[in-house]
C-alpha cells in the first residue's frame, strides 16, 4: 500500500511498532497509518513548521518540529495531551522510554521531560553544554550521552542534569569536526565521527568508560 502526505512535502522520519505507521513531514503534519490496508488512522495537526523527529512506544507519539516545540500525542486517539515549549530551533533527536523524554535541539541544549506531566525536569546546559547543534543522544536508566556538531560527546546525570564529563573531545572540534551519532550502553559508546569539509576523517570510536 501507498501512505502518503502531499506529494510535494518530504517524509522526514517514520516510526512502526509493528502495529501501525507514523511518519512526519515537511507538510507539519504527522499521520497515524494501517500498513494493512494503507489507511490514514488518524492527521496530527498542530505544528507550525516542519516535523522532523518522532519517538512512537505504541501509546505516545512524540513529535518535534521547526516551530521549536515538542508535541505528545495519544496514539490511539490522536489527542494531543501536551505541547513542550522551551528550545529555540528544530528537535534534532529524541529518545523515549516510558514517560521520560530526552530532547537534543539544534540550540545547542539537551532536554529531560516527564511526558505524563509535560514538565521540563532538567535542561542539561551551563559552561560545559554544548557549543553547537546536538547532533544525536541516547540515555540509560542514570546516564544521559549526547553528541554535538561542535565534535564532542558528552557524559550527564539524568536524574540530576548535572554535567559529569567529555567522553570524546576532537581536536578538529570547532573547525569542521562532528560526532554524528552515539550509541551507548551502561559503560560502552560506539561515536560516527566525521567532518563537514574533510578536516576529520570518518570513523567510529568504540570506548569502554568509567562514569568518573
Given at each position: ?110 532536554k529531560v521531560w516527564d511526558i505524563s506531566t509535560g514538565r521540563c525536569v532538567h535542561t542539561l546546559q551551563g559552561e ?85
Amino acid at each position: 500500500y501507498i501512505c502518503s502526505h502531499a506529494s510535494y512535502f518530504p517524509v522526514y522520519s517514520v516510526k512502526y511498532d509493528g502495529k501501525v505507521v507514523v511518519s512526519g513531514a515537511y507538510d507539519f503534519l504527522v499521520k497515524v497509518w494501517s500498513p494493512e490496508d494503507g489507511v490514514c488512522l488518524h492527521t496530527l495537526q498542530g505544528h507550525t513548521n516542519r516535523v522532523y523527529s518522532l519517538q512512537f512506544d505504541g501509546i505516545h507519539i512524540v513529535s518535534g518540529s521547526l516551530d521549536t516545540s515538542i508535541r505528545v500525542w495519544k496514539a490511539e486517539t490522536g489527542q494531543c495531551l501536551h505541547t513542550l515549549t522551551g528550545h529555540q530551533s528544530l528537535t534534532s533527536g529524541m529518545e523515549l522510554k516510558g514517560n521520560i523524554l530526552v530532547s537534543g535541539n539544534a540550540d545547542s541544549t539537551v532536554k529531560v521531560w516527564d511526558i505524563s506531566t509535560g514538565r521540563c525536569v532538567h535542561t542539561l546546559q551551563g559552561e560545559n553544554k554544548h557549543q553547537s547543534a546536538v547532533t544525536s543522544l541516547q540515555f540509560t536508566k542514570d546516564f544521559v550521552v549526547t553528541s554535538s556538531d561542535d565534535g564532542t560527546v558528552k557524559l550527564w546525570d539524568l536524574k540530576n542534569g548535572e554535567f559529569i564529563r567529555n567522553l570524546v573531545s576532537l581536536d578538529s572540534g570547532g573547525s569542521g569536526g562532528v560526532v554524528w551519532r552515539v550509541k551507548c550502553s551502561d559503560r560502552k559508546v560506539v561515536c560516527a565521527v566525521g567532518s563537514r569539509n574533510g578536516i576529520e576523517d570518518t570513523k567510529l570510536i568504540v570506548l569502554d568508560y568509567d562514569v568518573y
